[in-house]
């Protein structure tokens, strides 16, 4: 057995390890560390502080700031960024005002903060695993295009929100709620398909979708929330797998071509399928 020197990634505590073993507990945090990589902090002067900064790996190693398995800063300057796999949780504002063309999303990922705010990406890549995207966390200008895994069970409020050049979006087919203001101000997203399971079409979620000229509202639906669809100015076709079970908010198409319940001069169709 050799004992190796190294530093905890959650205290920063300086410890002796035994390096044929692959973890073990810290005597002054009482946290599970993995032993290679507290050898990697020390051997590598890797500064631990609140809450421990761990697992900067790749090239650009100084660009991420990662504190306890959570993404929480990102310093570099790449038009490029993959995310180092490990992390598993990318916190608010981590590339907040950044103009980026490709961000990249590894499996271990769980959960994805609001980290947009206010940025341009063109493209977001999630891979597979991830399980949790929170309020906010796309909301930025750029985006076009992006495929949900179908892990994915939760879509936070205005996750979308002033995506102005989304135009496709595959949804997952185990989401029962879309949120407050989700897809609220995609002005250039023209068609989704709304997944089998869905429950709650939630206030504002589709508010301000000038392009949208259509769209299915499954049998699994039974409330739709006040402004849901208010100002979809091209929306003329609503199709209801099961009309009768729908309650729904007598704004919820307000300002639409298509309206549940005042008279219009704008020529739409309503499809009833029994």
């Known amino acids: 057995m050799a004992l190796i020197q190294a530093r905890c990634s959650n205290c920063g505590g300086e410890l002796s390890v035994d390096d044929s073993r692959e973890s073990a507990l810290c005597p002054y945090c009482n946290t599970p560390y993995i032993i290679s990589k507290d050898i990697y902090n020390i051997t590598n002067n890797v500064v631990v502080g609140k809450g421990g900064i761990v697992n900067i790996v790749g090239s650009q190693q100084s660009d991420f700031v990662i504190e306890a398995d959570k993404l929480v800063a990102y310093k570099?300057?790449?038009?490029?960024?993959?995310i180092p796999e490990g992390v598993r949780e990318?916190?608010?504002?981590v590339f907040s005002g950044m103009k980026m063309n490709s961000v990249v999303i590894p499996g271990s990922v769980k959960i994805i903060g609001s980290f947009l705010q206010g940025g341009m990406v063109e493209?977001?890549?999630?891979?597979?695993?991830?399980e949790m995207i929170l309020a906010n966390a796309f909301s930025c200008n750029g985006l076009k295009k992006i495929f949900i895994p179908p892990t994915v069970s939760v879509i936070g409020d205005g996750a979308f929100s002033g995506?102005?050049?989304?135009?496709?979006?595959?949804?997952?087919?185990?989401?029962?709620?879309?949120?407050?203001r989700t897809f609220e101000n995609c002005s250039s997203l023209s068609e989704i398909k709304l997944p089998e399971q869905l429950k709650l079409i939630d206030e504002s979620a589709f508010e301000n979708c000038e392009s949208m000229s259509s769209i299915t509202i499954p049998s699994s639906v039974t409330e739709i929330g006040m402004y849901a669809f208010r100002n979809c100015s091209s929306l003329k076709n609503v199709v209801f797998a099961d009309r009768k079970k729908?309650?729904?908010?007598?704004?919820?198409f307000e300002k639409c071509p298509y309206?549940?319940?005042?008279?219009?001069n704008y020529d739409f169709s309503v499809t009833i399928v029994q």
């Not at 729908?246 to 919820?252: C, I, K, S």
């Not at 309206?259 to 219009?264: E, R």
């Open 246 to 252: 729908v309650q729904d908010h007598y704004t919820a």
């Open 123 to 130: 493209k977001i890549t999630l891979a597979y695993g991830v």
């Open 90 to 93: 990318i916190r608010d504002d």
């Open 76 to 82: 570099g300057s790449s038009a490029n960024v993959i």
């Open 163 to 180: 995506c102005r050049f989304l135009n496709g979006v595959e949804l997952p087919t185990g989401i029962t709620r879309i949120g407050k």
């Open 259 to 264: 309206s549940l319940f005042a008279p219009t």
